[in-house]
């Protein structure tokens, strides 16, 4: 009895969480529809609600966003907005830092992860995995002997919590995974464990980042 229960748990847990997010998701979209006049919005005009319009409202106000900036007047109005928020003293800095973020990770040409790795953290002998995010600034670089890289580590099952450290790069394993195979490690908290993971001590003799 006890078997047939974790198995329907193994089961509908996941489809459960799946349904529950990608529902949070599309209310939240949905929210969009409110952008439009009352007499144009579904219940109007045809007496009830259609779950998911708002989502593809939303869909195409962003690729009409992207596709109106992509000509010299879009641009030039993209410019002459961003003045003007930088020009708010609390609105700025929140827009600055947001922007600099979604600008590294949705950027066709930035990437956020570039690589993942093999760090001992949070002590010596304890191993987790970290992923690379470039180097330090000149600031930093100037009080550090050596050559140091910045990496995030990510939370179990969340990772988009974490930390931000800065290690040696010869401190550094790099591993033969994705960053798309380490993410999946990190989120099912080790179960999903990745084809052809290496051997930790392996690599301790040889860098592959030098």
């Not at 329907?8 to 969009?32: E, N, R």
């Not at 988009?160 to 800065?166: D, E, H, K």
């Amino acid at each position: 009895m006890r078997k047939y229960f974790i198995t329907g748990l193994l089961i509908l847990v996941p489809l459960g969480i799946t349904v529950w997010v990608l529902h949070a998701i599309i209310s939240t979209m949905d929210q969009s529809l409110l952008l439009l006049p009352n007499q144009w919005r579904p219940e109007a005009l045809i007496g009830f609600k259609i779950p998911g319009l708002g989502a593809l409202l939303t869909v195409l106000i962003v690729f009409l966003t992207g596709l109106l900036t992509k000509n010299f007047v879009g641009k030039y109005l993209v410019a002459g907005w961003e003045t003007l928020l930088n020009r708010i003293p609390v609105v700025s800095s929140i827009y600055s830092s947001v922007k600099q973020v979604s600008d590294t990770l949705f950027s066709s040409t930035g990437n956020a992860f570039s690589k993942a790795l093999l760090i001992q953290y949070p002590r010596q002998g304890t191993w987790t995995i970290a992923f690379l995010t470039g180097t330090p600034s000149v600031d930093v670089a100037k009080h550090l002997e050596g050559e140091h890289i910045s990496v995030y580590v990510p939370t179990t099952p969340n990772p988009t919590s974490g930390y931000l450290l800065i290690i040696p790069k010869k401190d550094a394993i790099e591993l033969e995974i994705s960053v798309d195979t380490a993410l999946k490690y990190v989120v099912s908290m080790g179960v999903v464990a990745p084809e052809h993971a290496q051997d930790p001590n392996q690599n301790n003799c040889e860098n592959p980042l030098n």
